[in-house]
């Protein structure tokens, strides 16, 4: 019996910003402001993120465009 380990996917922060649908810049502006907010790992210069940062920054910048549009929360 052997067991299959798939590896995590990782995601720089292109890709996260590519997911999400957002410029680039929004994403390299909560990665650099929120100190809560970590790579997982690292390749070279390249950070690395996972899938629960993909959806802690989405969080950010929807708490970000409700917060300039008005909106409560």
């Known amino acids: 019996m052997?067991?299959?380990v798939t590896a995590p996917t990782l995601a720089t922060p292109?890709?996260?910003a590519r997911r999400i649908g957002?410029?680039?810049h929004r994403v390299q502006y909560?990665?650099?402001?929120r100190s809560h907010i970590q790579p997982v790992a690292k390749?070279?210069?390249?950070?690395l993120y996972d899938s629960k940062?993909?959806?802690l920054v989405r969080d950010e910048l929807?708490?970000?465009d409700?917060?300039?549009?008005g909106v409560a929360e």
Request: charged letters at 10%.
């Open 22 to 24: 957002v410029p680039l």
């Open 62 to 64: 929807t708490a970000i």
């Open 2 to 4: 052997s067991a299959t």
């Open 14 to 16: 292109g890709v996260i």
């Open 53 to 55: 940062t993909v959806a």
């Open 30 to 33: 909560i990665l650099r402001t």
């Open 43 to 47: 390749a070279g210069t390249l950070r």
């Open 66 to 69: 409700a917060h300039r549009h």
